[in-house]
Structure formats: C-alpha cells, structure tokens
Nanobody, 128 residues
Framework: VQLQASGGGLVQAGGSLRLACAAS????????MGWFRQAPGKEREFVGA????????SSADSVKGRFTISRDNAKNTVYLQMNSLKPEDTAVYYC??????????????????????WGQGTPVTVSS
C-alpha cells in the first residue's frame, strides 16, 4: 500500500485547510485509516481515525470540534478537514493505514504502533 498525503501549506490562525491522503490498491475500503502529526521536537501524536466503512470516527481532544476525518472509498482517499486552525496545530501531518484483523472492521485505531503503512507527510504551518 502506498499513501500520498497532500493539501498542507501556510495558513493564518483561524483559517482552514483540507488534507487528502490517496491510497494505491483496490482494497482501500478494507483499511482503517488514521491521521497523525509531528511538531518539531515532539513525538508523533494521534489526530483522528476512521473505520474502514466510514461508520465510526475518533478525534484527539486537542482537535475535537475543529477537525473532521472522512473518507471516499470510491476515490481511495481519506480527508482531514481542519477548521479554526491554531499556531499549535503546526506540524507535519501523516496519514496511515491498517488492515484490520478478522472481526476488527469496526475498531478505531488510535495508537501509532497499530498502523501498518504510512504516507510521507504534508507540512502545515499556522501563523499567528
């Protein structure tokens, strides 16, 4: 599986960005997907996740109410809509994919170690 993240850039505080992560392969609909971010000097942290059929999502407390994760299985793409951006949202954003085990299609994976595949990251800079 290859993941290609895009949509990052420079935005003023209070602005919005929409990140996209395109996946290769014909089995995208089976993957649980996640977004993580890593700020300079910090560990990579969970941002949001979505189950394979899009029926369940989870977001980190720090972005809840501002960021929304969604997916379009017909386009092999997962999105991260980021609104009301703050300077502390500045980071490189990574998408990740996991092939759930049998019976795990409805599980939302929030741990970095749970994911099997990672994209290259797209940088987001929020100016104050």
């Amino acid at each position: 599986v290859q993941l290609q993240a895009s949509g990052g850039g420079l935005v003023q505080a209070g602005g919005s960005l929409r990140l996209a992560c395109a996946a290769s392969g014909r089995t995208f609909s089976r993957y649980a997907m996640g977004w993580f971010r890593q700020a300079p000097g910090k560990e990579r942290e969970f941002v949001g996740a979505i189950v394979s059929n899009g029926g369940g999502t989870s977001s980190a407390d720090s972005v809840k109410g501002r960021f929304t994760i969604s997916r379009d299985n017909a386009k092999n793409t997962v999105y991260l809509q980021m609104n009301s951006l703050k300077p502390e949202d500045t980071a490189v954003y990574y998408c990740a994919a996991k092939i759930p085990p049998a019976g795990g299609d409805s599980v939302i994976y929030t741990r970095r170690s749970s994911y099997d595949y990672w994209g290259q990251g797209t940088p987001v800079t929020v100016s104050s």
